[in-house]
């Protein structure tokens, strides 16, 4: 009878029926170790973190250390925003359990399969929670590492939560196989619950709003099930934009408001809080208050697009403030004006000052653009400009040289975006003698630096100087 009430018990949870698992859960025998670890499950779906971590607790003292229940306590970690918490169990899961699959026993040394062995370590799972946490950290490299520390397998042998991650990180590098393998795992049952926002949100970020708009039109039935109801006004704003622009701006600013207002609460929330010395109750607010601005930005920088689209970079500048993103949109905006190149760095310099010691973690068309600025300032009025650039520049070559020493294989494009740049802005101000030395020099070598994207780049140049009938 305990094997069946407990059968129907997973049945209901996998079918979020919660409520009637919970009471089965309940007619568990009293010492039965397994009441404890699922009432922390079901505690888990109902979003009530904290009682979840502490039934994981309990149970880890009744049951001993287990890798799935070191794994759960580092997810309840996580969704509480306690990350070097759970980084700690998500080590811990590693160190013991990173040794699965070196010994293959004579199997293909390309995949250790998805054994018994593999699945009890929970080491795939806290690795993929591990990607997680840097992911949201904006740690990037230390990500990717997650992923390359797992076991190997075949694609065909990857779980959904490892294929969805490997689809997020590599979006940059191969856009077109990204979208497939998140296309993929939305016909998949069940998927990742963050795949249906993250495909339609990554459509709208390379602007293919008719594939967007396709995908939500194809599955209404997770459109209440996956999306928030600001990812769905957004992303509804966002690809009506394209066909009626008002009408989109009219939405993004009721969507503004409503996040300015709650910024504005919170404000004030925080400022009380801190008076009466309540650290935690503190951190908490402003917690809240940054998951607020971060939802209000997006809105923000959408209606900034729209005026940039027109070219009304004035108005653009105006919709910005202090925030770190709005700085390099200021930066961006101010740049494009031409006449404010030394505005735009003022702009640009913070953002590469605080990332000096490693210029390669810079966007790269940040730092091009500086040069730039650094360039055209000297032409109107100082000239020791023109020696920053040249410093940034040879900075920069330095640390590719040292990035290629430790990865022969690593490609960095940075002091290629930076010379392509500069040499379309002598190109564009007529002097193609210059400017095509500059586009020539970052293309080499060819091997490392000619792809698809400085190809394009490259290309423009050399038809321009073609239009113009100049011989370099």
């Keep these: 009878l305990g094997k069946v009430v407990k059968l129907e018990s997973a049945i209901k949870y996998r079918e979020e029926d919660l409520n009637n698992a919970r009471i089965l859960v309940e007619q568990y025998p009293a010492d039965d170790p397994d009441t404890e670890m699922n009432l922390a499950c079901l505690d888990y779906k109902d979003g009530d973190y904290d009682k979840a971590l502490e039934r994981f607790n309990n149970a880890t003292s009744i049951m001993g250390y287990q890798p799935e229940l070191a794994y759960s306590i580092a997810l309840c970690h996580y969704r509480k925003k306690e990350y ?34 593999l699945h009890e370590t929970s080491l795939v799972e806290a690795l ?4 997680a946490v840097e992911y949201k950290l ?11 520390d797992m076991p190997p397998r075949t694609e065909e042998e990857l779980d959904a939560v490892t294929l969805h991650n490997q689809a997020l990180i590599g979006i940059d590098k191969n856009p077109a ?11 998949q ?29 194809e599955n209404t039935h997770l459109t209440f099930k996956y999306l928030t109801q600001y990812q769905y006004d957004y992303l509804d704003a966002v690809i009506n934009l394209q066909t009626t622009p008002d009408e989109a701006y009219a939405k993004f600013d009721a969507m503004a408001n409503d996040q300015l207002n709650e910024l504005r609460s919170l404000t004030k929330r ?9 650290e935690t ?18 809105i923000l920088m959408s209606q900034a697009k729209i005026y940039w689209d027109k070219c009304d970079y004035a108005r653009v500048e105006r919709i910005f403030s202090e925030h770190d993103i709005w700085k390099l949109n200021v930066a961006h905006t101010l740049f494009m004006q031409e006449q404010k190149f030394k505005e735009a760095a003022g702009f640009y310099e913070p953002i590469v000052s605080k990332n000096f010691v490693n210029l390669l973690e810079v966007s790269a068309i940040i730092l091009a653009n500086l040069c730039v600025c650094y360039i055209m300032t000297n032409q109107n009025e100082e000239v020791y400009h023109l020696f920053y650039a040249e410093e940034l520049m040879r900075k920069v070559e330095r640390e590719e ?35 095509i030395s500059r586009v020539i020099k970052a293309m080499e070598p060819q091997e490392r630096k000619l792809g698809t994207d400085t190809w394009y780049y490259t290309k423009r140049c050399l038809l321009a100087t073609i239009g113009k009938d100049f011989i370099v």
């Design 281 to 298: 109750a503190a951190r908490k607010a402003v917690e809240a208050f940054d998951e607020t601005l971060e939802l209000y930005l997006p």
């Design 138 to 148: 904006k740690n990037f490299a230390a990500a990717q590492e997650a992923l390359t």
């Design 177 to 187: 196989d990204c979208f497939a393998k998140l296309q993929y795992l939305l016909s």
């Design 84 to 117: 070097p918490q759970a980084l700690k169990f998500i080590t811990d899961i590693v160190n013991r359990e990173l040794g699965v699959g070196m010994v293959t026993e004579g199997v293909d040394l390309r995949s250790v399969g998805n054994t018994m062995k």
């Design 270 to 278: 925080v400022q009380e809080i801190r008076q009466s010395n309540d």
């Design 189 to 217: 049952n069940p998927f990742p619950p963050e795949t249906f926002a993250n495909l339609l949100l990554l459509y709208c970020k390379y602007e293919y709003y008719d594939l967007a708009a396709d995908v939500l039109a």
């Design 128 to 131: 993929n929670l591990k990607f």
């Design 401 to 435: 040289e040292d990035a290629r020493e430790l990865d022969e294989c690593r490609k960095t494009f940075h002091v290629c975006i930076i010379n392509l740049v500069i040499g379309t802005l002598y190109c564009s101000k007529g002097n193609f003698e210059f400017g």
